[in-house]
């Protein structure tokens, strides 16, 4: 910007001073030539003069005679100084021929009533030259011939350059310093503080304006560089209040989402609590008809004990969300707990008809909670059987695996599904699948799924809530629950650190 300030005004400075330099240098060279005419036009009088005195001289009117006048002629001649005198008769011979003429022709620079003049060096650029040569007729004689020097002349012309010189140096500097004290004044100060304005109000002073008085296109460009300030300010005033309104307005929102939050929440906790009761339902209705033997008996009567212990635990967890209290982790045995998992859901109402198949990798124990798994993988089936309600096939997949992936990449690309080798800089996961062959995700539902209270089902049905519980469970142990579309329904992926790893 200061670069481009400086341009400006060198600019306009250097306009000036070329302008001014270049009109009275003209000016003062036309000068020059009108004087150094004026000042020919002298001399050539002077020889027209000369001229007429020898004219005179053989003036038969005079009575003096041919030898008279040659006298008298040449008396004149001495009179005006002249020393390189020559007069011929009309036959061309000499009758006087003092000094000597000039060889060459010369440049004609007079021709009028029987004389010429022949100027002799000198030109248009050069100024008047050295002398001239003037050459006249004379009636009665025949022609006289003689040179003016020039000298008087240029001496005088010298000190009318130098005056010219001097003059036009003067006027150059007084024009010169007027012009640039104008450009300033009107242009140039009222120009810096638009430039100084615009940078104040760039740089948050809203209020500033630019305060030119000056009566030309700077000055209209301050108004309405200034009216387009003032409308600035209204305007970002006016967002300010907006955006103070829209704060408040987003507070006021979250204060009531967050409401609705709480209250979603406890529909939530019944859910959880509703998975439990319906196989306690269940065993309820088995144990009604009565037709079991003691061991029968027995074993639902466990089955029994465990849901009641998850509906505690369950309680516990989201007792833990309001006061979170690390429980100890223990090793868990997937396989078993799957087995175990999809055995208690069997009893349920959205199971039947369900085929459940179980493919069971070798894998690694896992710390963690048991009772925490076991709820994620609840969630996971009955979302799976419950995405197949309705329809013809019902098949659950669920199968276990062991994987390597780069430890600094935490969920890197996949690397073996198996064998249980750990290489250099890798850690181990052991991974659960569980794919259903039912309506799959939306496209445009995929990213939400695992947003609390994101639910497609119907009221009643479904809080949104499981995805959500379970997928921080999983990443409180170190794991992660991804999902992808499979050909005719979706799959789910939990992946859990088995806590082997290759630096
Ligand atoms: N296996 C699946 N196939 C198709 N869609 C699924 C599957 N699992 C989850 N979804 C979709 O993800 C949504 C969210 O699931 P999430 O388990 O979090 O809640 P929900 O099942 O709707 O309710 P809740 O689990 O609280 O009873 C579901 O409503 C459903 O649209
Ligand atoms: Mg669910």
């Known amino acids: 910007m200061k670069r481009k300030g400086q341009g400006i005004r060198f600019q306009l400075i250097a306009g000036i001073v070329i302008m001014t330099i270049a009109g009275i240098g003209l000016v003062g060279f036309m000068s020059i030539k009108i004087v150094e005419r004026s000042a020919l036009l002298w001399k050539i009088s002077q020889a027209e003069d000369t001229v007429g005195f020898v004219r005179a001289s053989f003036n038969p009117a005079a009575g003096g005679g041919q030898a008279w006048g040659v ?49 002799y060096g000198g030109g248009f650029m050069t100024g008047i030259g050295d002398f001239m040569r003037v050459s006249a007729s004379v009636p ?157 008996f027995k074993d639902i009567i466990a089955r029994a004990g465990r849901e009641t212990d998850r509906i505690d635990s369950i309680v516990r967890d989201f007792l833990e969300v309001a006061r979170p209290a690390r429980k100890a982790a223990s090793p868990v045995d997937l396989n078993a707990l799957l087995a175990e998992t999809i055995d208690a859901l069997s009893v349920r109402g959205d199971f039947s008809g369900v085929d459940v198949s179980v493919l069971s990798g070798e894998v690694p124990q896992v710390m963690a909670d048991e009772g925490k798994l076991r709820q994620v993988f609840s969630n996971l089936l009955i979302n799976a059987a ?28 996949r690397k073996s599904d198996q064998p249980m080798e ?22 445009l539902d995929a990213a939400r799924i695992f947003d609390p209270f994101f639910t497609t089902k119907e009221v009643g049905k479904g809080t949104g ?39």
């Not at 339902?281 to 061991?295: T, V």
């Not at 142990?477 to 992808?484: A, L, S, V, Y």
């Open 422 to 443: 750990m290489k250099h800089g890798e850690r181990g996961y052991a991974l659960v699948r569980i794919k259903d062959t039912g309506a799959g995700v939306a496209p």
């Open 140 to 296: 009665g004689a025949g022609r006289v011939e003689f040179v003016l020097g020039l000298d008087e002349v240029n001496e005088d012309m010298g000190s009318v350059r130098k005056f010219l010189a001097l003059y036009a140096i003067i006027d150059s500097i007084v024009i010169i310093a007027f012009g640039v004290y104008f450009l300033s004044r009107s242009i140039l100060q009222p120009l810096k503080k638009l430039e100084e304005s615009a940078k104040s109000i760039a740089g948050g002073k809203l209020f500033d304006r630019a305060d030119v008085a000056v009566d030309n296109e700077v000055g209209s460009l301050a108004t309405s560089f200034n009216s387009m300030a003032e409308r600035l300010e209204d305007e970002i005033k006016s967002l300010e209040r907006v955006n103070l309104e829209l704060t408040t307005m987003q507070e006021e929102l979250l204060r009531s989402s967050t409401l609705a939050a709480v209250g979603r929440l406890a529909a939530g906790i019944a859910h959880e609590i509703g998975n439990p009761l319906g196989a306690l339902n269940g065993y309820m209705e088995i144990l009604s008809k009565g037709s079991l033997d003691p061991a029968e």
């Open 386 to 413: 419950q995405a197949m309600e309705g329809m013809e096939k019902k098949a659950i997949t669920v199968s276990t695996h062991f994987e390597t992936r780069p430890a600094q990449l935490k969920f890197g690309r």
């Open 465 to 503: 809530l499981g995805l959500f519980v379970s997928q921080s469970i999983i990443k409180a142990c170190g794991g992660e629950i991804t999902f992808r579309s499979v050909e005719g329904g979706a799959e789910f992926t939990v992946a859990l650190p088995t806590g082997e790893e290759r630096a």
């Open 71 to 119: 006298r008298f002629a040449e008396a004149i001649a001495k009179e005006a100084g002249i020393s390189d005198f020559r007069l011929s008769a009309p036959d061309g011979s000499p009758l006087v021929a003092a000094g000597r003429m000039p060889s060459g022709m010369g440049e004609l620079i007079y021709d009028a009533g029987g004389m010429e003049a022949y100027m």
